[in-house]
């Protein structure tokens, strides 16, 4: 090891790091990196073969997060026995990746697992290095004790209904999605806190039609994840009577979807946009609707990128509102992009001399493949620095014709 990386390894830890990431990779998975700067944590990552040189400065660390994928047997008994050393320096590890499940003898966790970990991990090391302040301090330090006693099992309480609730609202999004031979789609979600405001889904509405939406409420975090349920089960793309049905045009899919909110005189001023496609998998004929939401994107070969624009107002504010809709040929090479206001900074902005126009960085990975596309956009928004405070959902759901 040089002089250099010596150095660099020993300035990682001069201040106190909540998350030490340890990798062969050396990068950090982004949606990791994400939910680590959304909850305002600091974090460094580093090889796991540079560990050693910081075993002086442990004071600093609060977690340690390792990543044993791809490790040979000699290097995962050293994994093993590292975990083993922090955890008498009272440093709790987490194994996070494909190969944790060989560590744990557990399932793999999800990100929302992950962070339920991280807080509680870091809310034990904070009380343990507190510990020598009490017994210097007397009556001071016992409730002090006692408080961080009760905080840490608050935590824990809340830690654990957040992350059912994060569990839950992701059962009510598809698995996967209907096998169509000529279609392939991609989806992003990516919550700003623990739960989402938004919802989507895709769904086969019979033998030539396939309904997709995404929808988006006002605001985040538990009582938005609350709406979205209600928005799931409220969005009704088609009615059965006896041995026939129907299927609702987008107009209506919208229209029926805000007379339920407005009928259900939600508290809180709650409302919500939306916008629904429905596609003809045989015609590849496209109509859709929108309330309030941002526009689709029509990507076309050889063509300028799209916006369809279309009006219709925020859902849940007026019963009577009209949803117009239109219609569009879709053809072989043809994307479609829709995404919540979450991922709009990602894709492009506006300005009031020139409108909205598309950033360069989103323009350069239209061209991809769908689903390569959509792996694109999401390291774009990992790699974008966004303020803790402007930290919105991210959805999209993307389609292309093949």
Partial sequence: ??????????????????????????????????????????????????????????????????????????????????????????????????????????SPLSIEELWAAVGINLERRKRALLAPLGSAAGTYSNELAEQLSMTEALIDNLAEQLRMAGIVQRDFLPKQFPPCENLRWAATFLPAEWVSGDIYDVVRVDEYHIGFYVADVVGHGVPAALLTIF????????????????????????????????????????????????????????????????????????????????????????????????TIQLQPGDKLLLYSDGAEPFIGNFDEQNGFSFNDEFLKITNLPVKEMNGAFNDLVQKQKIRTSEIDDITTVALQIY
Avoid: W
Wanted: glycine content about 6%; aromatic content about 8%; overall charge neutral.
């Fill in 231 to 326: 928005l799931k089960k409220a969005l009704v793309m088609r009615r059965t009577e006896n041995n026939s049905y129907r299927i609702f045009s987008p107009s209506e899919v919208i229209t029926n979807l805000n007379r339920h909110m407005t009928g259900q005189k939600l508290s809180g001023y709650q409302f919500a946009t939306c916008c629904y496609c429905l596609l003809n998998i045989k015609t590849h004929q496209l109509s859709y609707a929108r309330a309030g939401h941002p526009y689709p994107i029509l990507i076309r070969p050889g063509r300028d990128i799209q916006k369809l624009e279309i009006r219709g107002s925020l859902l849940g504010i007026f019963e009577q509102a009209e949803f117009p809709q239109k």
């Fill in 1 to 106: 090891m040089s002089n250099t990386e010596l150095n660099t390894t020993v300035e990682v830890l001069e201040t106190f790091t909540d998350v030490l990431y340890l990798a062969n990779q050396q990068q950090m998975p982004p949606e990791m990196m994400r939910l680590l700067k959304q909850k305002g944590l600091s974090f460094k990552i580093l090889p796991m073969e540079m560990f050693p040189n910081v075993c002086t400065h442990l004071e600093l660390i609060g977690t340690v997060i390792i990543d044993p994928d791809g490790l040979d047997a000699q290097q995962q008994q050293k994994i093993t026995e590292m975990a083993e050393y922090l955890e008498t320096e009272k440093i709790k590890t987490i194994f996070f990746g494909n190969g944790a499940q060989s560590f744990e003898q557990t």
